[in-house]
């Protein structure tokens, strides 16, 4: 695999889900919205994904955070024309909460159904959205090093960006499932702590030789290397509002530049043990933002929002000459607040969704028609769907 090497830019990927206005159900309408993009945007970046109700927003290659959200924002006001236009609604959010797995519909393309041949069950499970952030590297030996030491906040990054606490129309009792999810996949989940890059190289050539990469395309590990010559972090959920997203995408620039100073300057970068870094993905998919982590090899504990408290100041600094302070800032706001995942949970207990996580609660008739889980579980969706418009001014 080529590794050019890069300034520190950064470029941000994010999914979106399309959703009917009635039923607020996933709709296959994909390749109808981006027909409409190609006919009002041309040369437009948005994309088509493995399943026919989700479109994904590329930026382009930045200097600053603050300029690839704007870029994100453009491409966002033009989707929501788009889909005004077609009659359907952006949803945003690492899960939707009662859709159907087995009802959904994949997009045309053979690889996709390759996949699916290949990992069945699970891979048709895959009703997840997220937000991947992509920032430049100088050169190749440091990529791993700084990969390993961007796994010891794993945990803070996932429980900013938690925002799938249902499933099939149950409360999950995690702050992310779709954490839970997409690490069933074969090629997905944490990556292997590889010491150089020459060991991650004789890697691919042994994915390669036993087929794995022919089967998939690439590694989808929660962070790699790309071609573009940067770290891509893949793990963080979708979120409802855009300043969110900004917010993450700023405390992964910021960590990225902060922790390859610290390489450039002979210093040890931070490694946890692999157990260690497994548990805090755990703990941040279950609790969120109420969880205890691990912070070093020691076992010290932490609460999550000490640690992202403590990190905003430290990394503060090289936020202001990245461009990006306030959006680092919003880190801060985002803790206050809370996270996407208890706002949608809040929205659908208001709505008769069950107090206690896993529990199905039943109508006046009895019946199976008659759980309301499912139609609790509306009023979220409609959380995110407004919380979406109203981030960019619709």
Known sequence: MDFPGSEPTVGIEWEVALVDPKTRDLVPRAAELLEKMDSDYPGHRVVREFLANTVEMVTGVHRTVPEAVDDL????????????????????AGTHPFAHWGDQVLSEKSSYQEIIERTQYWGRQMLIWGIHVHVGVGSKEKVWPIINAVMTHYPHVLALSASSPAWEGLDTG???????????????????????????????VDQDRSGVINHTGSMHFDVRPSKYGTVEIRFADATMEIWELAAIAAYIHCLVVFFERQYDAGEELPLLQPWHVAENKWRAARYGLEALIITDRETTERWVTDELKDWVTTLMPVAEELG?????????????????????????????AALEPSVRTRGDAGAEEGFTQPKAWVAAVDLTVESLRKSVGR
């Open 174 to 204: 995690y702050a992310s499932n779709r954490t839970l999810l997409y690490q069933q996949l074969p090629t997905a989940g944490i990556p292997y702590q590889f010491s150089s890059w020459e060991e991650w190289e004789q890697f691919n």
């Open 73 to 92: 924002r453009q491409q966002l006001l033009q989707l929501l024309d788009a889909a005004d236009q077609c009659g359907v609604h952006l949803f945003s």
């Open 324 to 352: 990006c302070a306030a959006e680092l800032a919003d880190v801060l706001r985002l803790v206050d607040r809370g996270g996407d995942y208890t706002l949608q949970r809040n929205k659908a207990r208001a709505a008769g």
